[in-house]
């Protein structure tokens, strides 16, 4: 048998959904066998959102990496993800990596990076494909090799158009100082030509950036990478590897990023990465991979046969330089309106309510003569926790409580004056925080030792001035 028999792999994933392992998630998008990674492909076509991600059918590891495909009108009814493209021939024969999606003449066409290695070096190849009848046609090779002076640390190509023209923008590492940076390619009628390397004000920053992304905001332009090789600090870069951005002015005559902010990261939890934009009517929709590269050992669904999720869609805006990230309006419609739970007290220093099999909340703090307050996800006798320290003006994410899977505190600072606003979406696994209406967001995964439903605790180290929430039970995808 053929190593990626497409017809048995989408047989066998139709026989895998319904989604069955406890820690399976009901509202994120997942496999029931196989590794995920990074969202690919991202594109509106046919009155329908195209979702393609890294996958590797064949086991848990980081090989045999392939593209699945699904697809939504909604982000509710998803298809049932097929096997859409993998290796098949001597240039993509080490992995069909990491790439992006656009439409052509009514035609979905995929840009990709063949992952290729001989005798240990690796030959990047960059190569078009039409996506039609539930997989992808592998078509031209529009860039056969890295750049002169880059490693062949070179992946991930995501198309842009700009004056009427379409570019490329790609991650790559220099070869002078093994650095990491980003280069754009420009379509012409001789075919694609390297312009260069984006020039930024950010000083040497990691060793490579993968998975870049450029994105208009009304007149700004934000780059967003994934660099690799930055130092941890007291209330950042607190992940082995970076999801983030920069925002400015993207001058392609100049090919300088100018007037850009400071770099930030996209989201605060553990478990994000790889991040993906689709622009479509006016929206800046985000899907990122919950995961992270090189912690495989804190995912203790490997033994289950299955690792990692995408995140919920995300809505981003940008103001004054930062993105805020939102839950796509769209997971409003998993809410089932008659489980609503009105939470609504003042003058007190604890609120306890248990939570569904799939939970949304917001809460609404007025805080008060608190100090410190504790958003708590009880498991039983393992706990998540969101510390809020008002002196410090800092979030800590706190999952020592929990016995399988990754632990560890991630913090960051976070100003709320009187007010905290949070938005939890709570799944088996996979859990989303939203802090002061997006100005945070933060992905991470918890894998409860046993099959409960947990209870949602506010504790406060002094009263709070009043308390408002809803909690509501979240349906899952529908897939069909
Ligand atoms: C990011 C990444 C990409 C690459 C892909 C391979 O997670 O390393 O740079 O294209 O994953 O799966």
Redesign the pocket.
């Known amino acids: 048998m053929e190593k990626f028999d497409k017809k048995a792999i989408d047989e066998q994933v139709r026989a895998g959904f319904p989604l069955e392992h406890r820690w399976h998630n009901k509202f994120h998008l997942e496999m029931p066998f196989g590794l995920i ?2 969202p690919n492909g991202l594109t509106f076509s046919d009155g329908k959102y195209h979702i393609f991600f ?1 996958w590797n059918p064949l086991g848990c590891e ?1 090989k045999n ?1 392939c593209w699945a495909h699904t697809e939504t009108r909604d982000f509710i009814h998803y298809a049932v993800p097929q096997l859409a493209m993998w290796p098949s021939d001597e240039h993509d024969k080490d ?1 069909c ?2 790439g992006c999606g656009t439409v052509e003449d009514g035609q979905l066409r995929v840009l990709y ?1 063949c ?1 290729r290695k001989e005798d240990g070096v690796r030959i990047p190849a960059q190569r078009f494909g039409s996506y039609k009848g539930g997989q992808v046609k592998k078509e031209e090779i529009i860039v056969a090799d890295k750049a002169e002076g880059y490693t062949g640390h070179f ?2 190509p995501y198309i842009f158009t700009r004056r009427g023209k379409r570019y490329f923008i790609i ?1 790559a590492q220099r070869e002078a100082d093994e650095t990491g940076t980003v280069l754009i390619y420009e379509e012409g009628a001789e075919g694609w030509k390297c312009l260069g390397e984006v020039k930024n004000r950010l000083g040497e920053f990691g060793y490579m950036w ?2 870049p992304n450029l994105v208009q905001f009304g007149s700004y332009d934000v780059l967003i990478f ?1 660099p690799q090789g930055l130092d941890e600090r007291a209330f950042d870069r607190q992940n082995i590897y970076q999801a983030g951005y920069i925002a400015g002015h993207l001058s392609l005559d100049s090919m300088d990023m100018m007037q850009h902010t400071k770099f930030q990261e996209l989201d605060k939890g553990f478990d994000f ?2 991040p993906q934009v689709l622009s479509h009517e006016g929206r800046q929709l985000l899907f990122g ?1 919950m995961g992270m ?1 090189d912690k495989d050992g804190e995912y203790p669904t490997k033994e289950q046969g299955w690792m990692y999720s995408l995140t919920m869609p995300r809505e981003l805006r940008l103001r004054q330089g930062h993105i805020y990230s939102r839950p796509a309006r769209e997971m409003k419609d998993l809410r089932i309106q008659e489980t609503a739970v009105e939470m609504e007290s003042e003058a007190l220093t604890e609120i306890a309510r248990p939570l569904f099999d799939g939970s949304e909340i917001l809460l609404d703090i007025e805080m008060g003569e608190a100090k410190e307050l504790v958003v708590a996800l009880k498991y039983g006798t393992e706990s998540l926790l969101f510390i809020y320290d008002r002196r410090e003006q800092t979030m800590s994410i706190d999952r020592n409580g929990m016995r399988n899977g990754g632990r560890g505190i991630r913090r960051f600072k976070l100003f709320a004056d009187t007010k905290l606003f949070l938005q939890i979406f709570v799944d088996k696994t996979a859990v989303e925080a939203f802090f002061q209406h997006g100005e945070e967001a933060a992905s991470i995964l918890v894998f409860p030792e046993k099959n409960i439903q947990p209870e949602l605790q506010v504790t406060a180290d002094g009263e709070m001035m009043s308390l408002s929430g809803k909690i509501w039970e979240l349906d899952g995808y529908w897939y069909r």
């Open positions: 990674n990074d890294q980081h990496k992995g990596y990491s990076t992952n992946r991930d991650g993968e998975c994934c990465y790889a991979w590269p």
